[in-house]
């Protein structure tokens, strides 16, 4: 008997069938079948993509970046809210909530000095000096020279920073200890009365904030008891421009 006479005499096997039952009235039927041929019941029931457990995990992630995204705007419009500093000898904008360190100088010097609550790292000093010396070139550069003979500073740029209304201040930025610094210098009062203004922050962002909008509004009052011996107890005196 040859091979394929043998393999023809033999039952072919069947491959067993997959079946179940219906869970509505118990007739077995093909495990692939959608529905009951004889009942009509669906047997598979609809089932939720994420289950309670990832509907819950999704609600959470949902809820964090709610909060994250608003810390971020609040953090970012913090300094969008200014209160004006009308002193007797300096006039600047400031962000509103910091506190007045209540730094004092001598007669011809002017010191006002305000720093964020609880992180002082973030702070601004603006100093107004009569008959500062030099130009506020020569100043930064001596000041940038300085800077250079100190352990731990990193000097950055050096040089004029433009301001909207065509005003340009002499500007420094460095580094030191993790705190990001900015310096600005210019001459008000018909050159009489030089100004420094210095700006701090835990972060580079939170510094390119603060100078756009402080350097430009310090304005030291150029009668002011600091620098003349003028009575300036009548609030009618104008505020003198640069």
Same mark, same amino acid.
């Given at each position: 008997? @040859? $091979? %394929?006479?043998?393999?023809?005499?033999?039952? /072919?096997? %069947?491959?067993? !069938?997959?079946?179940r039952i219906c869970r509505v009235c118990s007739v077995e039927l093909n495990a692939a079948s959608a529905r009951c041929p004889y009942c009509g019941t669906r047997q598979?029931?609809?089932?939720?993509? +994420?289950? =309670? !457990?990832?509907? +819950?995990?999704?609600?959470? *992630?949902?809820? /964090? /970046?709610?909060?994250?995204?608003? /810390? $971020?705007?609040?953090?970012?419009?913090?300094?969008? @809210?200014? #209160?004006?500093?009308?002193?007797?000898?300096?006039?600047? +904008?400031?962000?509103t909530g910091w506190q007045n360190q209540l730094p004092s100088a001598q007669h011809g010097t002017a010191i006002v000095g305000y720093a964020k609550a609880g992180d002082p790292a973030d702070s601004v000093q603006i100093q *107004?000096? &009569?008959?500062?010396?030099?130009?506020?070139?020569?100043?930064? &550069?001596?000041?940038?020279? !300085? +800077?250079?003979?100190?352990?731990? $500073?990193? !000097?950055?740029?050096?040089?004029?920073?433009?301001?909207?209304?065509?005003?340009?201040? =002499?500007s420094l930025d460095y580094t030191l200890d993790r705190v990001d610094y900015a310096v600005f210098m210019f001459d008000a009062? @018909?050159?009489?009365?030089? #100004?420094?203004?210095t700006l701090s922050a835990s972060s580079e962002g939170e510094l390119?904030?603060?100078?756009?909008?402080?350097?430009?509004? *310090?304005?030291? #009052?150029?009668?002011?008891p600091a620098f003349s011996d003028r009575d300036r107890a009548d609030p009618s005196l104008p505020l003198a421009p640069r």
């Open positions: 008997m @040859s $091979v %394929e006479e043998t393999a023809a005499s033999e039952p /072919a096997q %069947e491959q067993p !069938r997959r079946t598979f029931r609809y089932q939720p993509i +994420l289950g =309670w !457990r990832g509907t +819950l995990i999704c609600l959470v *992630a949902v809820a /964090a /970046a709610v909060l994250i995204t608003r /810390a $971020v705007i609040y953090s970012e419009q913090a300094h969008d @809210s200014y #209160v004006y500093y009308d002193g007797d000898n300096i006039g600047a +904008l400031l962000p *107004a000096v &009569l008959d500062a010396g030099g130009t506020p070139h020569t100043r930064l &550069l001596a000041l940038h020279a !300085r +800077l250079g003979t100190q352990p731990g $500073v990193a !000097r950055g740029y050096l040089g004029l920073v433009h301001f909207p209304g065509g005003v340009a201040d =002499w009062c @018909s050159g009489a009365i030089g #100004v420094t203004v390119g904030t603060l100078s756009t909008a402080l350097p430009e509004n *310090a304005e030291p #009052v150029c009668d002011g």
